[in-house]
């Protein structure tokens, strides 16, 4: 339950500072790709929110999927992943609709992309593969 804790905490915390003007930029950063690019969610703020659990995998800040983490955003929106220790992840995007990947960052960091094209997105970690995934559900 701490942990639980713990990790709302850290997901309030990021979307707090996504709030304040945050932009994909920096370190985890992301350009564009295919009609997203990483910066800010609609009415300022992420729709969707990703942290790394506990172990190896990605958990929805929305709904709690994990393995894969799902979640669905109104076009126009953005999600933000957030992850802390010091193993190294990413967030990398796969299949045919395909946003701006982050790099490989060790320690911890967060990568926000805005998604503006309707459809289905799916993403694993380039360090761990089918071990972390998810699907973002655009619409």
């Given at each position: 339950m701490r942990f639980r804790s713990a990790i709302i905490g850290c997901l309030l915390l990021a979307s707090l500072a996504d709030?304040?003007?945050y932009t994909a930029?920096?370190?985890?950063?992301g350009g564009t790709s295919a009609g997203q690019s990483g910066g800010?969610?609609?009415?300022?703020?992420?729709?969707g929110t990703v942290a790394l659990g506990p172990g190896v995998?990605?958990?929805?800040g929305h709904n709690g999927s994990q393995n894969p983490a799902v979640d669905t955003i109104a076009a126009g929106g953005s999600v933000?992943?957030?992850w802390t220790g010091s193993l190294s992840h990413s967030v990398e995007s796969i299949?045919?609709?395909s946003f701006a990947s982050s790099g490989i960052r060790a320690g911890?960091?967060?990568?926000?992309?805005?998604?503006?094209?309707?459809g289905t997105y799916q993403y694993d970690c380039a360090v761990h593969g089918a071990a972390m995934t998810g699907t973002i559900v655009v619409q």
């Open positions: 709030c304040g003007g930029s920096g370190p985890y950063g800010e969610g609609a009415g300022g703020g992420p729709v995998q990605f958990v929805s933000t992943w957030t299949g045919s609709s911890s960091g967060s990568y926000v992309v805005k998604f503006t094209a309707p």
